[in-house]
C-alpha cells in the first residue's frame, strides 16, 4: 500500500462514505498519512444522516477539512437538523458546490425548510458555483416552500442551480439568476404558464442548459396558440422539458418548432395516440438545425416497444439520436418509415448517444448502426443466440449497466464481444469495435451471492485504453478479483464494506502500477 501513488489512494478515499473515512485510517497507515497530510481530501463532503448518529459529527468533519473551498453534500432529517442547518452556515463562505436534500414526512418538512432557508439566508456565500435543492417528498407544500431570499442570498456568481419545489414563488428573485449556465426546475402541484415559462427564460440570458419537470399546466398551457412564441436565448444548447400528459407534450414541441435549440427532451408518461406521433415527428423534422429527441414513456408501457423498426433495412443507419430509454419509445415503426431519409436525416447529431435496454427477447446483433459513438445498455441487451454481434464502427464509449445477480452465471452481456461462448469466470474483449475507447462497467445489485463476488475482468492488449469509471460492488465483502491484463485500468472503486479486504490483496494493487 505504501508504493501506491498518493493520487490514486485520495481518490479512492473520496469515494468512502465520510463516518467510514476515520475506520479505515485507523486500520492502514497508508490511508492515515493521507488523512493528515491532505486535508482537501475532506472538502468533498457527502453526510447522511443514516450513515452516523452524532448530530455534531457534520461539523467536526467540516473542521478537518481546513479553510479551503469546499463541495458540500447533505442530507438533513428531523434528528439534528438545528445542529446541522448551523454547520452549513458556518461553512457556506467556503462552498463551492452545495447539495442540500430534506428527508421528512409531512409534519416536519416545515420546519426543515424553515430551518435551511434560515441558514442560508444569514449565511454569505462568495465562492457557490453550484446549488441543488431536493425535497424528499414529491407532493411539495407550497405553503412550506423556502424563502425565495434564498436565491438572492447565495447567488451572486452561481453557475448551476437545481431546485425541487414551487419555483413559481421565486418569481420576484428570477433576475438573480443572470449569470446560471445550469438550471434545472422540478415543480410539483403548482399550475404553469407560458408567461412564467417566458419571465424564466428572460431571466436566464446566459443559461445553456435548463430542463423543467412540470407535473401541473394551466389551460393556456394546452392551447395550441401561435407557434414559436418563446424567446429563447442565444446562449440555450439544451432546453428540457419533462411532463406528465401527451398533449403537454405536443404543446411544447408546437412551441418550439422554430427555436433555436439543438435538443428538445419531452417525457410524456402514456403512450401517444397515433396522430401525436406523427405530429410530434413532423414537428421535430421541420427545425431548420440538428436536434435530438428522446421521447421517454414510462416503463409500464414496455409492451409497446417498437421491436421492428431496430430491424428495419431502410432507417437504422439514421437512428444515430433516437435513445430508446426503460424498454419504451412511443415512436412507432410506422412513423419511422413514413418519414423520407431526408427528413430522419435532420434528426441527426454528432454526439449521437443510444440507450438500449430491450430484453432478452429483441436481439439487436443485426441492426447496424453507424453513427454510434456512446452506447449504453443493460445485461440483458445482448443476446446473440448464435448471431454475431452488433457492428458498430463508430462506437467510442461503451457503458454496461449490470443490475441483476443471474447475468454472472448467464454470461449474456459479454457474448456479444466474442465470436465463442465465453469460459466461466472470464471474460473476453474483442476489438470488434476498432474505436472504443472508454469501457464503464456499473454493478448496483445489492444481494450478489458467492459465485458472483468473483469478477475476473480480461482485456485483450488490442485495447487502446480501458476506463472503468464506476465499478461499485454492494453486499459481501470480496472474496477474490482477478484483473488479468488490466494495465489500463485507471480506477476501481469498491464499496466499504469490501474496501479493507481490496487493501489486503497487494497483487490487484500492482494492477495499478
Known sequence: MDSLPTELLMRIFRNVPIP????????????????????????DVSYYP???????????????????????????????????CESIRRALHRCVHLRIELWSNGTTRGVLQREITQALTS???????????????????????????IF????????????????????????????????????????????LIRKLLAALPKVENLELTLTSWDQEMLDAGPQGDLDIPPSLRSFSIFTRQTAHAHSIVKRLRHASIPF???????????????DILNDL??????????????????????????????????????????????LSRRVIRGQSPEDLAKLQDANARLLLDIGPSTPISDVLFTHITR???????????????????ALQHLTIYTVKTRSYKRWDVYSAFDSSPPKPHE????????????????????????????????????MICVFLSTYILHGEPLRSLELLELRGLELLVIDPMGLQRLLSMTETMQCFS
Not at 454569505?124 to 423556502?146: G, W, Y
Not at 438550471?183 to 410539483?188: E, K, L, T
Not at 421491436?307 to 439514421?318: A, I, Q, V
Open 152 to 195: 438572492s442570498s447565495i447567488a451572486p456568481r452561481l453557475r448551476e442551480v437545481n431546485f425541487t419545489g414551487d419555483i413559481w414563488k421565486f418569481e420576484g428573485s428570477f433576475g438573480v439568476l443572470r449569470d446560471v449556465r445550469t438550471a434545472r426546475f422540478v415543480c410539483h402541484d403548482w399550475p404553469c404558464s407560458w408567461k
Open 50 to 84: 443514516i450513515q452516523c448518529r452524532s448530530d455534531s459529527a457534520l461539523g467536526q468533519l467540516l473542521e478537518l477539512s481546513g479553510h479551503g473551498p469546499l463541495n458540500l453534500d447533505v442530507a438533513i432529517n428531523d434528528r439534528g437538523c438545528a445542529s446541522i
Open 285 to 330: 423534422c421541420a427545425v431548420p438545425v440538428p436536434r435530438s429527441a428522446l421521447l421517454e414513456p414510462t416503463a409500464s408501457a414496455s409492451k409497446f416497444v417498437p421491436r421492428s423498426f431496430l430491424h428495419s433495412t431502410t432507417t437504422p443507419g439514421l437512428l444515430s439520436n433516437i435513445v430508446l430509454f426503460d424498454k419504451d419509445v412511443f
Open 264 to 278: 428538445l427532451i419531452t417525457r410524456p408518461t402514456s403512450r401517444l395516440p397515433a396522430k401525436y406521433e406523427g
Open 427 to 462: 471474460v473476453v474483449y474483442r476489438p470488434l469495435w476498432p474505436d472504443l475507447r472508454t469501457v464503464c462497467i456499473s454493478v448496483r445489485h445489492r444481494e450478489l451471492s458467492q459465485e458472483a463476488v468473483t469478477l475476473p475482468i480480461r482485456l485483450t492488449p488490442e
Open 20 to 43: 467510514n473515512r476515520l475506520n479505515v485510517a485507523l486500520v492502514c497507515s497508508a490511508w492515515n498519512q493521507v488523512m493528515f497530510s491532505f486535508p482537501e481530501i475532506w472538502r
Open 375 to 393: 452506447l449504453y445498455i443493460t445485461e440483458t441487451a445482448f443476446t446473440t443466440a448464435g448471431r454475431p454481434p452488433p457492428q458498430l464502427p
Open 123 to 149: 449565511g454569505h456565500a462568495p465562492l457557490l458555483r453550484s446549488f441543488i435543492l431536493v425535497d424528499s417528498d414529491s407532493s411539495f407544500n407550497p405553503e412550506c416552500s423556502p424563502d425565495a431570499n
